[in-house]
């Protein structure tokens, strides 16, 4: 499953050796030193995953993640970095990373996740149809429409970015639109057996999906059954 991975990461001692294993891997890999290289490789496009480091030397690492993600990139994120405490963990996932790994790390883990996350993002075989949701026909406006073979979200014409994990999240609830999906369910389907923390992350994740389909004014909103979990609804023009 080869992939294209940018390796955002300022010591050489770490980096030339995993550029090194990845590409053994047959992964198609770059190396950037710095956060503002890594958003500009990020802007050009054609990257399925970042490895990236926090200290980085002109930025913040988790800097960098939160305007990746702001800036529409949808790929896998995985923290590679010294801070190993539970609120870094659980900082670096509720700003858009997909998974955290402390240093030292080994090789073998590190390729193992970014098998899982790349899998995860890979269109789905065979090929499920595109699901609508909201009123009027498929390309109306204001209708939802998730393409799950190709991972992609449109409300009418326009597509929404939406991160890995913020695209499983809507996948789930979209199966299951009009019935309450308990938090356990949701944490369980789109966080595999590696996820850790607090469900914060989970909050925080809907927040961003919801206010994702608010701007695109999209006859869908995710509600909040408080205690159990989210609900996705259908929404007239005038709800």
């Not at 550029?19 to 956060?35: H, K, S």
């Not at 480091?53 to 896998?76: H, I, N, S």
Request: glycine share 10%; charged share 30%.
């Amino acid at each position: 499953m080869p992939g294209r991975i940018l390796l955002v990461e300022d010591d050489d001692g770490i980096a030339l050796p995993l550029v090194r294993t990845l590409e053994r891997e047959e992964y198609d890999v770059e190396r950037v030193a710095d956060g503002a290289a890594a958003l500009g490789r990020l802007l050009a496009g054609n990257r399925d995953l970042v490895i990236l480091d926090l200290g980085l030397p002109d930025m913040d690492g988790l800097d960098v993640c939160r305007r990746a993600r702001e800036q529409g990139f949808t790929g896998g994120i995985i923290v590679l970095t010294a801070r190993s405490g539970e609120l870094d963990r659980v900082v670096g996932l509720d700003v858009g990373a997909d998974d955290y790994m402390a240093k030292p790390f080994g090789l073998a883990e590190l390729l193992a996740r970014i098998r899982a996350i790349l899998r995860r993002s890979a269109p789905s075989d065979p090929v499920e149809p595109a699901v609508r949701l909201g009123p009027g026909a498929a390309a109306a406006e204001g209708g939802l429409e998730v393409d799950v073979a190709s991972r992609r979200v449109h409300v009418g014409a326009t597509e929404i970015p939406l991160s890995a994990k913020e695209f499983d999240l809507l996948v789930v609830l979209h199966e299951h639109r009009g019935a309450v999906v308990t938090r356990e369910r949701l944490i369980d389907q789109v966080w595999d057996e590696n996820w850790f923390g607090s469900t914060k992350t989970l909050d925080v994740t809907v927040a961003r999906l919801r206010q994702k389909l608010d701007a695109a004014a999209a006859h869908a909103r995710v509600t909040t059954i408080r205690g159990v979990g989210f609900r996705l609804d259908e929404q007239a023009d005038d709800a």
